[in-house]
C-alpha cells in the first residue's frame, strides 16, 4: 500500500513536472502570430457594407475571418473534406497520422498528410518546407494553438490565412477576387471552391486553370457535400452544373481617397464610415461621366452630406486612377477660391446684422471703394435693385457694398468661427475682395457652411465615421438671417431637377474654379470642378459646368421632406408687405449679454439687427450719438465698471445687455 501510493505521487510529481516544463516551453517558443495580425484595410459603409479594400504589407489581400463570416455549409464542407474528427481532437488525430503513415509506407510516397485543420493553421502561420521535422513543429504548435484558442478560433485562423491563389489569402479575400461577393453570401458551388483551392492554390486557380477548379470543386462536392448544412441533393446538383469563374474581379475600392485617409493610422482591420455604399457608387457614376467630358488635367470633386447630422454619405475626391488629373489628391480638401459661391454667408450676416433685409433696394452702379473698382461677371449694371435679386443674379457691387458696411475683418472672424478660416496670402489682412472670394476654401469647409446656413445658423464639422450621439455645434448665424439667405437661393435648376433645392453657383478669377452648393431638407452637397494645378479652365463657370452634376447628384438622393427650407421669397422693388414680414425683431448684435470688454484706446462699436428705424442706443440711460438710418453707434466707455446697453426702435421696442469694461 505504501509502495502504491508513493508511485502515484511519484507519478503526479512527474507529470507536474512535464506540465510544467510544456508550459515554461510553450511562453518562451510561443507560436507567431504576425502574419494573422498582418491584414489589409476594410473600410465599411454606415450599414457594414464593404466600399474599400486596402492590402496588407506587401500587396497581399488578406482580410480577417472569423467563423460567424462565412455560411454554415462551408465550414461543414471544410470540416468534411479536410478533418472530419475536428471538434474532438486536440490538435493531433492519432488516426489520421497513423493512417497516412500506413499509406506512406506502402505507396513510397505521401498519399495524404495525416493534418488536422489545427496543424494547418499552423503551416499558415509559419510557412516551412514540407518535411518531416517541418510535420513535428506543426504537431507541437497545433497543441499550442487548441491550448490558446477555440475551435472557431482556429477556424478563423485557417479561413483568414488560407492561400486562394496569387496573392489572395483568406476566404473573404478569395469571396470578393473570384466572385465580387462578400463570403456571407457564398452558395455551396462557391464554397467548395475556396475550400478545394488551398490544397494546390496554383495549380487551381480558376482563372488559369478552370478545368482543375472545376475537377476539384466537384469531387469535393460529391464526396463530402452530403448532410452539410442546408445543402439538398439539389443544391448539390446545381452547384455541380455550375461553371467557375474564369477572371478575377478586382477588389471593391468605392470613395478611395476617404479610404485611404481613414486607413491612416487605423488600429483595427475595419473601419466604419458614414458613407452610404448606394449613394457613393451614385456619385462616383455621375463622376466617371463627367470627367468625360472635361479637358486634359481637369478634375472635379462631389460631396454629399446629411443637413442635420453632418454626416459625409458621399465623396469623390476626383479621378483616384488618373495622375494626368492628379488623381492620388483628394481635391474635396485642396485649397481653392469659391468665387461668388461665397455670397449667401455674407448676405446672412447682414440680414443679422441689419445692414439690409431682403427687400431693400440697392444700387448696382459703377463705384470705387478706396482704390478697389469690382465690376460685375457680364461687365453690365443692374441700376437698383433688390437684395435679394442681387444675391440671385449673384451681382458683385452690392455684395462689396454690404461686405464694406459689414467689415471684412468680421467677414472673416465670422468664417473662422464657421469652421472655414480664410487663407491668404501671408502678411494680407482681410479686404473687401472677400466678398467675390478672394481666399482660399476647401468643397469641405464650403459643403460645412452651407449646412450651417440650413440648419438654422448652427456650424458643425463634417464627420467621416458615425457618431452617437450628434454635436450640438456652434450658432454662428442668426436663425432667421440663415434662413432668410437660404430662401432666397430656392430656385428652380435651369435645366430641370429636384424642385425645393437652394443652390448657388461660384466662379472664381480666370475660370480656374467652378462650384456648385446645393441643399434640400435633408441633405447638403457641393460640387468643384477645375484642374488640380490651379491653372485657369477657359470658358468653366460654376453654373455651365458644376450646376448640371448638382442637379444630376440631387436626383440620385432619397427625396426630402417637403417645407421645411423656408419658401422661396418672391421680392419686386417696393414689395413692402414681404419687407415687413422680413424685418426681425429688435436685437442688440454687440455687445452680447455677459460680455467682458477690455478698457483701451478707441470706443466700442454697438451694433444692432432688426426693428423699426432711426434706432436709439442708450448707456445707462444717457443716449449715444448715431446716424438715424445707421444700425450701429460709438461709444467710448469712461472707464472701468459694469454698463447698461439699451437700443430702442422707433416703435419703442427695447432690447439690453449687461456688459463690463476692465
Known amino acids: 500500500m505504501a509502495r502504491s501510493t508513493k508511485a502515484g505521487l511519484a507519478t503526479l510529481a512527474l ?19 504576425s502574419r494573422l495580425h498582418s491584414l489589409g484595410t476594410e473600410v465599411l459603409d454606415r450599414e457594414g457594407r464593404t466600399l474599400s479594400v486596402l492590402p496588407a504589407p506587401g500587396g497581399i489581400w488578406r482580410l480577417a475571418t472569423a467563423a460567424g463570416d462565412v455560411p454554415p455549409h462551408l465550414i461543414e464542407l471544410l470540416i468534411a473534406a479536410e478533418d472530419r474528427r475536428f471538434r474532438l481532437h486536440p490538435g493531433v488525430d492519432p488516426l489520421a497520422l497513423a493512417r497516412a503513415a500506413v499509406q506512406w509506407a506502402r505507396a513510397g510516397r505521401v498519399v495524404s498528410g495525416g493534418s488536422t485543420l489545427t496543424m494547418q493553421a ?67 458551388a462557391e464554397a467548395a471552391l475556396l475550400v478545394a483551392i488551398p490544397r494546390r492554390p496554383e495549380a487551381l486557380r480558376p482563372d488559369r486553370h478552370p478545368e482543375r477548379a472545376t475537377a476539384a470543386r466537384n469531387a469535393l462536392l460529391t464526396r463530402r457535400a452530403e448532410g452539410a448544412a442546408g445543402i439538398t441533393p439539389a443544391d448539390t446538383e446545381f452547384a455541380l452544373a455550375m461553371r467557375v469563374p474564369e477572371r478575377r474581379l478586382p477588389m471593391p475600392r468605392l470613395a478611395p481617397h476617404l479610404a485611404r485617409e481613414l486607413a491612416q493610422g487605423a488600429d483595427t482591420p475595419r473601419i466604419a464610415s458614414s458613407l452610404d455604399l448606394g449613394l457613393q457608387r451614385a456619385a462616383e457614376e455621375i463622376a466617371t461621366a463627367a470627367l468625360r467630358g472635361l479637358p486634359d488635367r481637369a478634375s472635379l470633386a462631389l460631396l454629399v452630406a446629411d443637413l442635420h447630422s453632418r454626416e459625409v454619405r458621399a465623396l469623390v475626391g476626383g479621378d483616384f486612377g488618373d495622375q494626368g488629373r492628379a488623381g492620388a489628391l483628394d481635391l474635396t480638401r485642396a485649397i481653392r477660391s469659391p468665387g461668388s459661391a461665397l455670397k449667401p454667408v455674407l448676405y446672412a450676416m447682414a440680414f443679422e446684422a441689419g445692414i439690409a433685409a431682403p427687400e431693400t433696394l440697392l444700387a448696382d452702379l459703377p463705384r470705387r471703394f478706396g482704390g478697389y473698382a469690382p465690376e460685375n461677371f457680364n461687365r453690365d449694371f443692374a441700376g437698383r435693385i433688390t437684395v435679394a435679386d442681387a444675391l440671385r443674379q449673384s451681382l458683385n457691387l452690392p455684395a462689396v457694398a454690404l461686405l464694406a458696411e459689414l467689415g471684412p475683418l468680421r467677414f472673416a472672424a465670422a468664417l473662422k468661427a464657421a469652421g472655414a478660416p480664410p487663407r491668404l496670402p501671408p502678411g494680407t489682412d482681410p479686404s473687401l475682395p472677400l466678398a467675390l472670394g478672394g481666399l482660399g476654401t476647401t468643397l469641405r469647409e464650403m459643403v460645412g457652411l452651407y449646412a450651417a446656413l440650413g440648419d438654422g445658423g448652427r456650424a458643425a464639422p463634417l464627420r467621416l465615421v458615425p457618431m452617437t450621439p450628434a454635436g450640438a455645434g456652434r450658432l454662428v448665424f442668426e436663425p432667421r438671417a440663415a434662413g432668410l439667405a437660404t430662401a432666397i437661393l430656392v430656385n428652380p435648376f435651369p435645366a430641370g431637377g429636384p424642385p425645393d433645392i437652394a443652390w448657388k453657383t461660384g466662379t472664381s478669377w480666370g475660370g480656374r474654379d467652378a462650384w456648385a452648393l446645393g441643399l434640400d431638407a435633408r441633405h447638403v452637397v457641393g460640387v468643384w470642378v477645375g484642374r488640380p494645378d490651379g491653372t485657369p479652365l477657359p470658358g468653366a463657370t460654376g453654373a455651365r459646368i458644376a450646376l448640371p452634376l448638382l442637379a444630376r447628384l440631387f436626383e440620385r438622393l432619397p427625396p426630402a421632406p417637403r417645407s421645411p427650407l423656408p419658401a422661396r421669397i418672391v421680392t419686386s422693388p417696393g414689395a413692402t408687405p414681404a419687407l415687413a414680414e422680413a424685418m426681425d425683431r429688435l436685437r442688440l448684435v454687440f455687445p452680447p449679454p455677459g460680455a467682458v470688454l477690455e ?12 426693428g423699426r428705424r432711426p434706432l436709439t442706443f442708450l448707456v445707462d440711460g444717457s443716449p449715444v450719438p448715431a446716424e438715424p438710418a445707421r444700425r450701429e453707434a460709438a461709444w467710448t466707455p469712461p472707464g472701468p465698471g459694469f454698463y447698461r446697453v439699451t437700443v430702442l426702435d422707433a416703435e419703442g421696442a427695447a432690447a439690453r445687455a449687461e456688459v463690463r469694461v476692465r
Open 122 to 188: 499552423a503551416r499558415l502561420l509559419e510557412p516551412r518546407p514540407r518535411s518531416l521535422r517541418s510535420k513535428a513543429i506543426e504537431i507541437l504548435r497545433a497543441l499550442q494553438l487548441e491550448a490558446r484558442f477555440s475551435k472557431d478560433e482556429i477556424l478563423g485562423i485557417w479561413l483568414t490565412l488560407a492561400p486562394q491563389g496569387g496573392n489572395l489569402e483568406g476566404v473573404r479575400a478569395g469571396a470578393l477576387a473570384w466572385f465580387g461577393r462578400p463570403a456571407g453570401r457564398l452558395d455551396p
Open 599 to 610: 478698457e483701451g484706446p478707441g470706443h466700442v462699436t454697438l451694433r444692432a439687427s432688426g
Open 15 to 33: 507529470a507536474a513536472i512535464l506540465g510544467a516544463g510544456i508550459l515554461a516551453l510553450d511562453r518562451a517558443l510561443p507560436p507567431d502570430l
